[in-house]
């Protein structure tokens, strides 16, 4: 009892000053800066959630892959931005965005800038990530929506003819993720990407360059085999390092962290046991490496790891579809919020991206472009044989009832 009487002052001295703060101009400031600080890291969680979704649904039908699923969820965000009704739900759910929409978006513009920020400050390590969006000329878009995605995304609208110029269109877009990528993606739109119904195509970009804090010696690497999946070796250059790195294991993999320079930002690779990988990635989850990563420790580690350059091109319609999206894709599509109207839906979604490892360090870009496209009406040429019914509406009664084989014969 008598220690409880004497933390009682100091107790009430704590509550007091926090009382003090929080009604001041300064402990305001601290509310607001704690409140986006959780605001930023649900943004975080949602995200890693969705990277391995989308790892989840990619990596079987593919050999080597590589994505960003940071550029993925901000143009999806971007689109999401102008969703209504179920289309909004769904995408919610297929994002993993649990805050309200204004939030999402401010999230998203803190942590762009935080990032960006924070890399300009250390030598070695260069991050840009850039948002654009390119309208219809004339197109009615919701003033709203679009100071939105120019306050959050740093996105103002230029103006693009789709309807009579989808080619230039096309161009001008390329032109702009290769700027933003370092000329890494040089094509991120194929030849007729863009139609005459295209009303809006949302972009992000992302660029990485990073240099190892602990760099591999060129002379070092060495001619080495690397065991495919089917057992067969292929000679790959194979570069060495001992250091102290974070580290950890478990029955069935090892994972090392290899930071760039400054400490901010790492590689982390996972190498599951041998003849487990399959069984191994089918099981990983956005928990599981949060638990992973929290069991490292320092460690002096004799690395050995490929050299490796590599490529990958995604159209991801209906890998979203099949995470739950699917409205987004079809005319039940409610993107009221970009015009007033239910007349948009996604006609694609495609993603690039490239990525190279060496001995000094990595370079990494990768670009996302979502398609917005003008809904047509339902086509039915009645150039073949047809059924036909008269009917009263009122009663359902069927008055005639015929079929028609050659419309030329009486």
């Known amino acids: 009892m008598k220690r409880m009487t004497r933390r009682t002052p100091i107790l009430a001295l704590a509550c007091s000053l926090l009382f003090f703060l929080?009604?001041?101009?300064?402990?305001?400031?601290?509310?607001?800066?704690?409140?986006?600080?959780t605001l930023n890291m649900a943004l975080v969680g949602a995200n890693t959630q969705f990277a391995f979704d989308l790892y989840g649904a990619l990596h079987e039908d593919s050999g080597n892959l590589f994505f960003s699923p940071y550029s993925i969820s901000s143009a999806l965000a971007m689109a999401y931005a102008g969703a209504s009704g179920e289309t909004e739900s769904q995408m919610a759910e297929v994002l993993h965005f649990t805050q309200l929409q204004g939030a999402v978006h401010g999230a998203f513009g803190d942590l762009n800038a935080d990032l960006v920020d924070r890399t300009e400050e250390t030598d070695g390590v260069q991050l840009s990530i850039a948002s654009a969006l390119w309208g219809q000329t004339g197109y009615p878009f919701l003033d709203g929506y679009l100071d939105l995605l120019a306050a959050a995304y740093d996105a103002p609208m230029r103006s693009a003819d789709f309807a009579g110029a989808a080619e230039q269109a096309r161009i001008a877009v390329n032109d702009w993720v290769r700027d933003r990528t370092q000329g890494l993606i040089p094509e991120l739109l194929a030849p007729d990407s863009i139609t005459p119904a295209t009303r809006l195509v949302l972009a992000n970009a992302i660029y990485f360059l990073g240099t190892w804090e602990a760099p591999f010696d060129p002379l070092a690497t060495q001619t080495a085999p690397f065991t495919r999946l089917d057992g067969t070796d292929v000679a790959v250059p194979m570069m060495h390092l001992e250091a102290y790195f974070q580290y950890t294991e478990g029955p069935d993999f090892q994972a090392i962290e290899l930071p760039y320079v400054g400490g901010q930002m790492a590689m982390t690779l996972v190498l599951p046991?041998?003849?487990?990988?399959?069984?191994?990635?089918?099981?990983m989850t956005a928990d599981w490496v949060d638990g992973m990563l929290a069991q490292m420790l320092p460690e002096k580690v004799f690395v050995s790891m490929p050299r490796f350059e590599l490529s990958s091109d995604f159209a991801l319609a209906d890998v979203l579809s099949s995470l739950g999206m699917s409205d987004a894709f079809s005319g039940a599509a409610d993107f009221s919020g970009m015009d007033g109207t239910r007349s948009l839906f996604i006609d694609s979604v495609v993603h690039k991206a490239f990525v190279s490892v060496d001995e000094h360090g990595t370079?990494?870009?990768?670009?996302?472009?979502?398609?917005?496209?003008?809904?047509?009406?339902?086509?039915?040429?009645?150039?073949?044989?047809?059924?036909?019914?008269?009917?009263?509406?009122?009663?359902?009664?069927i008055l005639f009832l015929g079929q028609v084989l050659d419309p030329t014969e009486g």
């Open 273 to 283: 046991r041998e003849g487990t990988f399959e069984a191994f990635t089918a099981g």
């Open 363 to 397: 370079e990494a870009a990768a670009a996302t472009g979502v398609m917005m496209t003008l809904s047509l009406p339902t086509t039915m040429r009645i150039d073949r044989p047809f059924v036909f019914l008269i009917r009263d509406l009122e009663t359902e009664t």
């Open 22 to 37: 929080s009604w001041s101009p300064g402990g305001l400031a601290q509310e607001q800066s704690a409140e986006m600080e």
